[in-house]
């Protein structure tokens, strides 16, 4: 237990991990959808969406879905049709054939590959980035050269290499969906997320920056493939008086109620950016000589700051085991660990979580592979040494907490929470 613990006043209302943040704008569209009557999946909202989501990522088109796994799943579809033809009804577009994927992000990024019968292949996440490493990404094309797709997400909104990995797939003649759901209006050289992808895919997810309550956008530069992404999600519907139907149709898209909150949250945007980075710096300030680290920013990257998070120093956690789904640790004097801040964070009613848990260790993709950065190829049962580097993402999930990161939390509350963190290490 907290060795503080009843020692800090609780919150009287929870401080969240990233909670929905609307501006009044919202509603406004909103009531116009519904009293012009336009409450499905056709309307102003939607095409308006189509061309903020456009713009401001500065790709050609954008598809507005009912979420991001949604478009992460039509962005799968495409690359497969488009890399190994159009497959037989009842066959997957990347049916048997295996993908490198992000191992440190949600399974929304990859479970897409699965839907369309791709393989997984892991790549281990960059220490210094928290995200795929372009080495560890090279290894693995050197391991399996008939690879041809890639798909890697941006990690809480603090983007790493995804322009190397986007030359890295152009090198070997792969094809990139980016899944930028965490760093919608975060930059790399200048350059924003989700325009790295031959296909990207953002979200309005209720947790992330913007938010249209749920909803995404699939991004592309290709006129067709935007044109068939919107079909899909339709029913694929052809164009003839009945049903008629050619190909495999999904029922993904976008409300038009839905895309009214998109709509009026865009413009608030960089407003949200500025005040989760004002979170960030206040943690790194606030944090100065305990034994941690906050998530790291890529040197020519720009985050939009979604989620702040923390690394303790190896030395000092103290020692904390987790089952697949229990964990117990053993305080330490002048040590601490993920479990402990946790439990200090809940006490005073606030929001933290741990680190994503990497792919690789999820039972359900335990037995694919995961490359490292010296090009090794492993299974899980192999996969993590206590306090071996090799394994990158085992390593940052024991040691990395998400700490709470609302853009409503105020100054005193989040000095209550950094007051709480450095108890847990006295
Ligand atoms: C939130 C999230 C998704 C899924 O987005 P939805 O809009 O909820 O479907 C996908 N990938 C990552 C990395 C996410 O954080």
Redesign the pocket.
């Known amino acids: 237990m907290f060795k503080r613990k009843g020692e800090f006043k609780p919150f009287e209302s929870k401080v969240w991990l990233a909670s929905p943040t609307m501006h009044g704008e919202e509603l406004k569209y909103v009531t116009e959808a519904y009293e012009t009557n336009w409450m499905s999946t056709v309307g102003k909202n939607i095409n308006e969406v189509e061309k903020i989501a456009a713009e401001k990522a500065g790709v050609k088109y954008a598809v507005s879905l009912s ?6 799943h039509l962005c799968c579809k495409l690359a497969g049709e488009r890399l190994y033809g159009k497959p037989a009804i009842s066959h997957g577009a990347l049916e048997g054939k295996r993908a490198f994927c992000s191992d440190m ?2 399974d ?2 990859l479970n897409p590959v699965v839907y369309e019968g791709g393989i997984p292949v892991f790549i281990d996440t960059e220490a210094d980035s928290w995200n795929m490493n372009p080495v560890a990404l090279e290894k693995a094309f050197e391991l399996y050269p008939e690879v041809k797709l890639v798909v890697s ?3 809480y909104g603090f983007p790493g290499r995804m322009d190397e990995i986007k030359r890295i797939c152009g090198k070997h003649g792969a094809l990139l969906i980016e ?1 930028a ?2 760093a919608m209006g975060a930059t790399i050289h200048g350059k924003q997320c989700g325009t790295f992808g031959d296909y990207s ?1 953002v ?3 209720g ?2 920056i913007i938010t249209g309550s ?3 956008c699939l991004l592309t530069n290709s006129i067709e493939d935007a044109n068939k992404a919107r079909k899909w999600s339709t029913q694929a519907r052809e164009n003839a008086a009945w049903y008629q139907h050619e190909e495999l149709g999904y029922n993904y898209r976008m409300s038009n109620v839905i895309a009214g909150v998109v709509r009026g949250q865009y413009g608030y945007l960089e407003e949200h950016i500025a005040q989760k980075k004002a979170v960030y710096e206040r943690y790194r300030e606030g944090l100065k000589g305990l034994p941690v680290k906050m998530n790291p920013i890529t040197e020519g990257t720009e985050p939009n700051y979604w989620l702040s998070a923390l690394i303790i120093d190896e030395d000092a956690m103290c020692k904390q085991v987790r089952g697949e789904v229990d964990v117990c640790y053993r305080p330490e004097e002048g040590k601490s660990c993920p479990t402990e801040i946790l439990e200090a964070i809940s006490a005073i009613n606030a929001e933290g979580r741990p680190i ?1 848990k990497p792919m690789h260790m999820q039972p359900m993709y335990r037995m694919h592979e995961v490359v490292g950065r010296d090009g090794s190829l492993r299974c899980r049962t192999n996969a993590y040494i206590e306090g071996s580097v090799v394994d990158v993402g085992a390593d940052i999930f024991a040691r990395g907490v998400c700490l709470p990161s609302d853009n409503k939390m105020t100054a005193e509350e989040q000095d209550r929470i950094i007051e709480v963190i450095r108890a847990c290490f006295e």
Do not use: R, V
């Open positions: 979420c991001c796994t949604a478009a992460l992000t949600f929304a990024t997400a941006e990690l899944d759901a965490e895919a979200s309005y997810n947790n992330k749920s909803g995404g994503w």
